[in-house]
Nanobody, 123 residues
Framework: VQLVESGGGLVQAGGSLRLSCAALGRTLTNYHMGWFRQAPGKEREFVAAISRNTIITRYADSVKGRFTISKDNAKNIGALQMNNLKPEDTAVYYC?????????????????WGQGTQVTVSS
């Protein structure tokens, strides 16, 4: 499935952004969706994931309580609502889709990736 992210930008600390991930060509009903991020000079890391039926969610400890992942299977779009943003949230954010097995927090489980969207949080 082809994934296209949008919604990144520059925001002050404490602000909010909503990232979207549109799926083209296949229905998201059949995919778990994950969000990952990569800060400059760092490895890409897990942020959040949601099961194909949207019942199960997983969050990295660093974003728990601030970020909310969602997926609208009817509209074929996923989202990551980010509140109370901190400078350490600055990174390129990627959405990813996994058609297999159980919900995973690991990159290797995800087959398809978007191009990434930059999020910059100023202090």
């Amino acid at each position: 499935v082809q994934l296209v992210e949008s919604g990144g930008g520059l925001v002050q600390a404490g602000g909010s952004l909503r990232l979207s991930c549109a799926a083209l060509g296949r229905t998201l009903t059949n995919y778990h969706m994950g969000w990952f991020r990569q800060a400059p000079g760092k490895e890409r890391e897990f942020v959040a994931a949601i099961s194909r039926n949207t019942i199960i969610t997983r969050y990295a400890d660093s974003v728990k309580g601030r970020f909310t992942i969602s997926k609208d299977n009817a509209k074929n779009i996923g989202a990551l609502q980010m509140n109370n943003l901190k400078p350490e949230d600055t990174a390129v954010y990627y959405c990813a889709a996994d058609p297999n097995g159980v919900l995973s927090v690991y990159e290797y489980a995800y087959d398809d990736w978007g191009q990434g969207t930059q999020v910059t949080v100023s202090s």
